[in-house]
């Protein structure tokens, strides 16, 4: 049984109280953990009156946004700056604006959950072979055409099945199965920033940490109070040039490379994932400025995975992104002075291993998604030649 059938089974078939729904879908994510998509919950027709009245316990007031006259609000969590009438959602939809005070929709309303391995994400210098307990709620700021999770990226929270899984309770799941991380994945974390900061400082206060993958499509003042709660963070780079991000993202890419650098400044443990789509953000040329730009303004010890594209989404017309062309990437990276260039979704390949810049013996070695050996010490260097190797090794 695929992912999405193991969902529907047990999300739609039959009303499910909270514990059920845990079980039902950690169970999936245990049994998925070695691979495949998240696995959200299926769409239904919007909620009943009736159901409609208990999404009062998803919604709080939103952070990041300022009043506007005839009771308007101006969003400013994303670069959109949504400027939202009353009883008007922002582009995301699940913002919205009641009586000139701005409200999340999504505060504790998870529609996919499962425990992943951290190399999943992918991070591969935070704590190699350990797992996260991995969230998302509905919405996203973006409209990517490949999207692999589109279902709830581009779904309205009334659309889809959730569960109401507050902050505490998160972080007690993820202690129950021994996850040392909570990750903020699968959509886009940045729509529901509250509930992310929230379950962050639940998690630290219980020595849980937070990880988030996101598009980095944020303003600055909203990344840096979101976070800066974060231990790690894993930015999907999609391309780079601002005409990809126009025509195929909906977005901006110049924000996306100042909240880079920002989180380079913050001191937050950061890694670079290009999804290589052929024909559209594959050249050479691309490859280079790209690498260039990340050793000039993040270092040269940034992590950069090269992944390989499979049609999906809006995006079924184009094939499978060759194996020589993601070499052909990671090589170019390698010659401009990048340390740690990675080539994802192409299981057994040896570029998913990380090896010492300096002696170049292999450190850790990756299996699918599971980190089969991992031989860096605890002061975090190279045991043959003492070589510092950036990351957060161990616990």
């Known amino acids: 049984m695929n992912a999405k059938s193991f969902a529907e089974k047990n999300l739609v078939d039959a009303p499910i109280d909270r514990r059920s729904f845990l079980l039902c879908a950690l169970a999936s994510g245990a049994v998925l953990g070695a691979g495949g998509l998240a696995a959200p919950a299926a769409a239904v027709p919007l909620a009943s009156g009736a159901e409609r009245q208990s999404d009062a316990q998803f919604t709080s007031e939103a952070r990041f946004y300022e009043k506007l006259p005839n009771r308007k609000i101006r969003c400013k969590l994303c670069p959109r700056e949504c400027i939202v009438g009353e009883k008007e959602r922002g582009y995301c939809g699940v913002r919205e604006n009641r009586g000139g005070v701005y409200y999340t929709l999504v505060h504790s309303r998870v529609c996919a959950v499962h425990i992943d391995p951290i190399e999943k994400k992918p991070l591969f210098h935070y704590l190699p072979g350990t797992t996260a307990l991995s969230i998302a709620t509905a919405g996203c700021n973006v409209n990517?055409?490949?999207?692999?999770?589109?279902?709830?990226?581009?779904?309205?929270?009334?659309?889809i099945h959730a569960e109401y899984i507050p902050p505490h309770q998160a972080v007690s799941v993820a202690l129950q199965y021994n996850c040392p991380t909570i990750a903020y994945t699968y959509s886009e974390p940045v729509v529901f920033a509250e509930y992310l900061m929230d379950t962050a400082d639940a998690g630290h206060a219980k020595s849980v940490r937070s990880i988030v993958v996101s598009n980095g499509y944020m303003q600055h003042e909203s990344l840096i109070e979101a976070y800066s709660k974060m231990d790690a963070v894993k930015i999907d780079l999609k391309a780079f040039t601002e005409s990809y991000y126009t025509k195929v993202i909906t977005g901006q890419l110049k924000p996306v490379l100042e909240s880079l650098v920002t989180l380079c400044k913050m001191g937050k443990w950061t890694e670079i994932v290009y999804l290589v789509v052929p024909t559209l953000n594959d050249d050479d040329a691309e490859f280079r400025g790209l690498a260039q730009w990340v050793k000039t303004n993040l270092g040269p010890d940034v992590p950069l995975h090269f992944t390989q594209f499979h049609p999906e989404y809006l995006l079924n017309n184009l094939p499978i992104t060759p194996v020589p062309t993601l070499e052909r990437a990671k090589a170019i990276a390698d010659a401009e002075g990048l340390h740690y260039v990675y080539i994802g979704n192409v299981p057994g390949h040896r570029a998913q291993?990380?090896?010492?810049?300096?002696?170049?013996k292999m450190l850790v070695e990756r299996v699918g998604f599971t980190a089969s050996q991992m031989l860096i010490r605890k002061d975090s260097t190279c045991p043959f030649c003492r070589y510092k190797i950036p990351g957060i090794w161990h616990l």
């Not at 990517?144 to 659309?159: A, G, L, M, T, V």
């Open 144 to 159: 990517c055409k490949f999207c692999q999770n589109w279902d709830i990226s581009q779904s309205r929270p009334e659309q």
């Open 353 to 360: 291993n990380t090896y010492c810049p300096h002696c170049r």
